[in-house]
T-cell receptor, first 113, second 118 residues
């Protein structure tokens, strides 16, 4: 069975600091990879996704993620965070279209002014 | 585009009653919808996969007779919590798969339904 690990459960950063959230998965075959964000009191929103091709994907709000197949990783990055980035971030993996997502436990990000 | 709605957003019910939660894809047709449960400060746990016109596939440990899922059309799936008990209190979230160009099918999530069973 697939598993998804997010290493950082709570992250606190000052505004303008750089962000990197780790995500590793266990499935060995072809995978689709996603990062979702959940702002306080809101529903999950898609930040970015990787299906194939360029392993460096750019998403909304200045976020990007890099798929490193050899490391089974899909880390999320942002060069300079803002207070409005305070949210819960979830990494999700699935085997292919039509399959359900397996979610990591989430990382709670707090950005202080 | 790709908006998913849920109704109601929150519901309080007495123990032993049944509660129906609706999930709609507003601007696309979803052949597959998923139901998740999210506990406070925790991740989403998949409960079942719902395909239009067929029986839902439940995850291990999820009682299909307690959590009835109906996917009657390409834009509507319902989850009915039957004979609800306090331990069923949770945040229920649905998602719908939207087929996109290039075969990049992506799941879009509803806003969730907060269920409190007294």
């Amino acid at each position: 069975a697939q598993s998804v690990s997010q290493h950082n459960h709570h992250v606190i950063l000052s505004e303008a600091a750089s962000l990197e959230l780790g995500c590793n998965y266990s499935y060995g075959g072809t995978v689709n990879l996603f990062w979702y964000v959940q702002y306080p009191g809101q529903h999950l929103q898609l930040l970015l996704k990787y299906f194939s091709g360029d392993p460096l994907v750019k998403g909304i709000k200045g976020f990007e993620a890099e798929f490193i197949k050899s490391k089974f990783s899909f880390n999320l990055r942002k060069p300079s965070v803002q207070w409005s980035d305070t949210a819960e971030y979830f990494c999700a993996v699935r085997r292919d279209s039509g399959y359900a997502l397996n979610f990591g436990k989430g990382t709670s990000l707090l950005v202080t002014p | 585009g790709a908006v998913v709605s849920q109704h109601p957003s929150r519901v309080i019910c007495k123990s032993g009653t049944s509660v129906k939660i609706e999930c709609r894809s507003l601007d696309f047709q979803a052949t597959t919808m998923f139901w998740y449960r999210q506990f406070p400060k925790q991740s989403l746990m998949l409960m079942a996969t719902s395909n239009e016109g067929s029986k839902a596939t439940y995850e291990q440990g999820v009682e299909k007779d307690k959590f009835l899922i109906n996917h009657a059309s390409l834009t509507l799936s319902t989850l009915t919590v039957t004979s609800a008990h306090p331990e069923d209190s949770s945040f229920y979230i649905c998602s719908a798969s939207a087929p996109l160009a290039g075969g990049q099918e992506t799941q879009y999530f509803g806003p969730g339904t907060r269920l409190l069973v007294l």
